[in-house]
């Protein structure tokens, strides 16, 4: 990869009893200048970055051989929860837009990299609730009602399951039936639900509590971290997330952490950044990050 330089000050360090990955090297990656820039995620096998802004305004995609961006939308949103397909051909994400009254809408948008072509999923609805990419289907639950498209028509179009967040509860669609999981209560709110890559278990933050991981069907919730935000699967054992605080109005620290289900933790950056918002490669072999002054940086494991 070009333009991608070593910061050999940035120390990779383990505060537990067993180390959980072993790093390679810590990368600054050579992104367009823009102070307001983010990752908002990364290729299957890591040969290119989804880039947003710090309020999720636009996508682009980003060659890390070539350093070459691609404008994939100047769209609202489009940044929050984009996804990638498993050959990492296809991107999914959400346009944001509002009516004359303010209420705010969702599209969905397929975009097929090798054709640059945009096609519309979902036209602009206030129900979109949870969106998947997995294998050869891409599924999105719009007011509850799940809908399923196949990558490759040529293929049988899957059922992977669904999560998704109804009025701050969390929901699961397997089946075309979506129910109720909120595995903690339904006194709690819950965000960054997401599905673990053998689809034998979930994670999920509770407001104000933190970090849990249950199985598929909501079962025997365990608590990992309050300080493990934004988690997100690195394999089906282990999650990748951000350990951050605050003094009530900015971010004053965050560290990249990563956590087993059989409770062993690690931290993989140090206090000289403030590393937030994670993302792993399906393969596990990379995780990148953004930093609060608009830049990336990629984690690379052995």
């Not at 059922?159 to 979506?178: A, F, H």
């Not at 560290?255 to 590393?275: E, F, K, P």
Request: hydrophobic content about 40%; aromatic content about 6%; overall charge positive.
């Amino acid at each position: 990869m070009k333009k991608i330089f070593f910061i050999a000050a940035l120390a990779v360090a383990s505060v537990v009893n067993a180390q959980v990955l072993e790093v390679a090297s810590v990368e600054k990656i050579a992104i367009p200048e823009n102070l307001d820039t983010k990752v908002a995620g990364i290729a299957p096998d890591g040969s290119y970055l989804l880039l947003t802004s710090g309020s999720n305004q636009g996508l682009q995609r980003f060659d890390l051989q070539t350093n070459k961006t691609e404008l994939l939308t100047e769209a609202a949103g489009a940044g929050y929860n984009a996804k990638i397909s498993d050959d990492g051909k296809e991107v999914v994400f959400r346009e944001t837009s509002f009516t004359p009254d303010r209420r705010r809408m969702q599209r969905l948008v397929r975009r097929t990299l090798a054709s640059r072509r945009n096609v519309v999923l979902l036209e602009p609805t206030r129900d979109l609730q949870g969106i998947s990419v997995h294998r050869n289907t891409i599924s999105f639950v719009n007011n509850r009602a799940v809908k399923r498209v196949a990558i490759n028509t040529k293929q049988q179009t899957e059922e992977p399951p669904v999560l998704s967040i109804s009025n701050g509860q969390l929901m699961i669609t397997r089946g075309g039936n979506t129910t109720q999981l909120s595995p903690n209560g339904t006194d709690k709110s819950y965000i960054w639900p997401s599905v673990s890559p053998d689809m034998k278990h979930i994670t999920y933050y509770v407001a104000g509590e933190g970090c849990y991981i249950a199985g598929i069907d909501g079962s025997n919730p365990q608590f990992v971290a309050r300080q493990c935000r934004a988690a997100k699967w690195l394999d089906s054992q282990t999650l990748v997330a951000m350990a951050d605080r605050d003094n009530g109005e900015v971010v004053t620290s965050s560290a990249i952490v990563v956590y087993t289900i059989d409770g062993r933790h690690q931290t993989l950056t140090d206090n000289t950044l403030i590393a937030m918002y994670p993302y792993a490669s399906a393969d596990g072999k990379r995780i990148v990050f953004s930093t609060d002054q608009g830049e990336a940086y990629m984690i690379n494991i052995k």
